[in-house]
């Protein structure tokens, strides 16, 4: 299966789960998840919430940032995967000057 995110629009999301700031994603959905590649803006963040039915699988491509997982916060950066497990709740903050860019892709099971 191909999927051309040069086909799905952008669309920007202020205050994603009562975070703060805004951020801008691609969403491709499917009955088993969700792939997502997306910015949170400078001084952007996506607030905590559970995962009561997936994985939430973050994939840092650039910029730098922090995720709390459980009470137990993370440093993000390139390269670095964050992974939130079914139950879970979690939070990821933008804590530099540019785009926090990550590819999400949230697993149901």
Request: proline fraction near 4%; glycine fraction near 12%.
């Amino acid at each position: 299966m191909r999927i051309d995110f040069h086909e799905i629009a952008e669309v920007r999301v202020p205050g994603m789960n009562q975070g703060t700031g805004e951020m801008s994603a691609k969403i491709y959905r499917s009955e088993n998840g969700k792939i997502i590649p997306c910015r949170i803006h400078p001084g952007g963040s996506i607030g905590t919430h559970r995962h009561l039915t997936s994985d939430d699988i973050n994939f840092i491509l650039s910029g730098t940032g922090k995720a709390v997982c459980d009470g137990e916060e993370e440093l993000l950066g390139p390269g670095i995967c964050h992974i939130c497990k079914k139950g879970s709740e979690h939070s990821i903050v933008n804590t530099g000057d540019s785009d926090l860019v990550l590819l999400t892709v949230v697993v149901e099971r």
